[in-house]
Nanobody, 123 residues
Framework: QVQLVESGGGLVQAGDSLRLSCAAS????????MNWFRQGPGLEREFVAT????????SYADSVKGRFTISRDNAKSTMYLQMNSLKLEDTAVYYC????????????????WGQGTQVTVSS
């Protein structure tokens, strides 16, 4: 069982930066592929970014490519999402998720989820 806790959300202005963290309880955090998903108001949950167990492979949604950076520190059992040049459309609840095996973008493939952290971008 893996417990995930997101933090770092908040209210920012368009163009600002924010860093989200996802802390995992698993002692074997390093074996999990990790993802960030988000769900905006009235929208379906969508893929944001994924990172392989060792950080060697990353992938991003087109909407955040070049602005967001996913990373992880296995020694701290923590994953991060650095979000720069935030836009109004980035407003959402951001969720981290974990799975064994290779990187994937589909939410149904992920076994463990955090409770989410709200990011609100204002003009």
């Amino acid at each position: 069982q893996v417990q995930l806790v997101e933090s770092g959300g908040g209210l920012v202005q368009a163009g600002d930066s924010l860093r989200l963290s996802c802390a995992a309880s698993a002692g074997d955090f390093g074996i999990y592929t990790m993802n960030w998903f988000r769900q905006g108001p009235g929208l379906e949950r969508e893929f944001v970014a994924t990172i392989s167990w060792n950080g060697a492979v990353t992938s991003y949604a087109d909407s955040v490519k070049g602005r967001f950076t996913i990373s992880r520190d296995n020694a701290k059992s923590t994953m991060y999402l650095q979000m720069n040049s935030l836009k109004l459309e980035d407003t959402a609840v951001y969720y981290c998720a974990a799975k064994r095996g290779g990187v994937a973008t589909r939410a149904y493939l992920y076994d463990y989820w955090g409770q989410g952290t709200q990011v609100t971008v204002s003009s």
